[in-house]
């Protein structure tokens, strides 16, 4: 009796491989090589110009004719854009935010800012949860009450009371 061939089955991925193979090269029609700049944009300038900022563009010299190929790069411009007066406090702390910046990505790649003024796209507020029915809530726990692992079982109570409170608010 043959024995049937096994089928290659694909490995489950990161999802945070799938986004950075879709978002990258995007990004790099603005210049960025790689997305950590915009996604940590707030980490990197603090939470006060975070709010107020964002990076736009990387902005990279020419390189001359008869440069070896094989030189370092010129250091880019990082455009940003700022609201209103926040612009003379992003100037006055440029030299930090371009060694943070350097320092996220491991090399000199930013040698100095741009500052465009504008408005910032913030993302939309997140809506606080519905209050959980605190008879739901039991009834939730009653029914987890038999999963060993105590993350998963503290979970699944959670989403049985939000389930079952929305049930009977009629949402």
């Known amino acids: 009796m043959a024995v049937p061939p096994q089928r290659h089955r694909p490995r489950p991925r990161a999802l945070a491989d799938l986004v950075n193979a879709a978002i990258n090269p995007v990004i790099a029609k603005q210049g960025f090589g790689e997305s950590d700049v915009i996604l940590h944009w707030r980490d990197i300038v603090g939470p006060r110009l975070g709010d107020v900022s964002e990076p736009i563009r990387m902005q990279w010299p020419v390189r001359p004719p008869g440069r070896s190929p094989d030189a370092a790069p010129e250091p880019a411009t990082l455009v940003v854009r700022i609201e209103?007066?926040?612009?003379?406090?992003?100037?006055?702390?440029?030299?930090?935010?371009?060694?943070?910046?350097?320092?996220?990505?491991?090399?000199?790649?930013?040698?100095?800012?741009?500052?465009?003024?504008?408005?910032?796209?913030?993302?939309?507020?997140?809506?606080?949860?519905?209050?959980?029915?605190?008879?739901?809530?039991?009834?939730?726990?009653?029914?987890?009450?038999?999963?060993?692992?105590?993350?998963?079982?503290d979970a699944l109570a959670r989403l049985g009371a939000a389930a079952l409170s929305a049930n009977r608010r009629g949402t």
């Open 84 to 153: 209103g007066a926040f612009a003379i406090e992003l100037q006055h702390v440029a030299p930090l935010v371009i060694e943070r910046v350097n320092a996220r990505l491991g090399w000199r790649c930013v040698g100095r800012i741009a500052v465009r003024q504008g408005p910032v796209r913030r993302a939309a507020p997140r809506r606080k949860p519905a209050p959980v029915d605190p008879e739901a809530a039991r009834v939730a726990q009653e029914a987890a009450r038999d999963i060993a692992d105590d993350g998963l079982r």
